[in-house]
């Protein structure tokens, strides 16, 4: 089956700091990806929606300023958390559909756990 | 998006066939049902989904009532394995575009020795 790649794993940092998070669609090219959010014992909050060669659609309360999204390639999208502080510790999810699939089957990575000191 | 009612968590004896229901009464005509699960620490894994029609997989069946205001997720022979959450999605997605899932709190499964 398809998938998708995420890294890191898991980062920590320490606050004020930026973290680049990495998701790649291995065997298929991708052009919208979506990046969520998980907050311990929470469902999948969505982040923004990354489409190939434009601007990120951000939902509504997510900071567009602190939360980069880039989407570079069919293949690779980057998330960028500016200046992190410890409320931004979370797990940090991103999904890609395949254009030859349902629009709601979606593939998603193995998540990055963020922790900010 | 027509907003979905799952159980908060359920328990299931392995190798038993383990049923989870999902509400979806706002349904609309044209809204898919999505169901994924996630088992702890790891990103979402997609299911099964359908629109009218009983559908199955080699994960599993999807069972829609006539009136689509409820579904239910069948997993034939539960294993430890399948212990996860459950989330059941009502999505109106067009196609040939990918559209964004929202998602609930989703079922607790528990599988049991």
């Known amino acids: 089956g398809a998938v998708v790649s995420q890294h890191p794993s898991w980062v920590i940092c320490k606050s004020g700091t930026s973290v680049k998070i990495e998701c790649r669609s291995l065997?298929?090219?991708?052009?919208?990806m979506f990046w969520y959010r998980q907050f311990p014992k929470q469902s999948l909050m969505l982040m923004a929606t990354?489409?190939?060669?434009?601007?990120?659609?951000?939902e509504q309360g997510v900071e567009k300023d602190k939360f980069l999204i880039n989407h570079a390639s069919l293949t690779l999208s980057t998330l960028t958390v500016t200046s992190a502080h410890p409320e931004d510790s979370s797990f940090y999810i991103c999904s890609a559909g395949r254009p030859d699939r349902a629009p709601g089957e979606q593939f998603f990575g193995p998540g990055t756990r963020l922790t900010v000191l | 998006d027509a907003k979905t009612t799952q159980p908060t968590s359920m328990d299931c004896a392995e190798g038993r066939a383990a049923n989870l229901p999902c509400n979806h009464s706002?349904?609309?005509?044209?809204?898919?049902v999505y169901w994924y699960r996630q088992i702890h620490s790891q990103g979402p894994q997609y299911i099964i989904h359908?629109?009218?029609n009983n559908e199955t997989n080699e994960m599993a069946s999807l069972i829609i009532t006539e009136d689509r205001k409820s579904s239910t997720l069948i997993l034939p022979h539960a294993t430890l394995r399948d212990t996860a959450v459950y989330y059941c999605?009502?999505?109106?997605?067009?196609?040939?575009?990918?559209?964004?899932?929202?998602f609930g709190k989703g079922t607790k499964l528990s599988v049991k020795p």
């Open positions: 990354s489409n190939e060669g434009s601007k990120a659609t951000y």
């Open positions: 999605i009502a999505a109106l997605l067009y196609g040939g575009s990918q559209g964004n899932l929202i």
């Open positions: 065997d298929f090219q991708a052009t919208t």
């Open positions: 706002t349904i609309s005509g044209n809204e898919y």
């Open positions: 359908g629109l009218k």
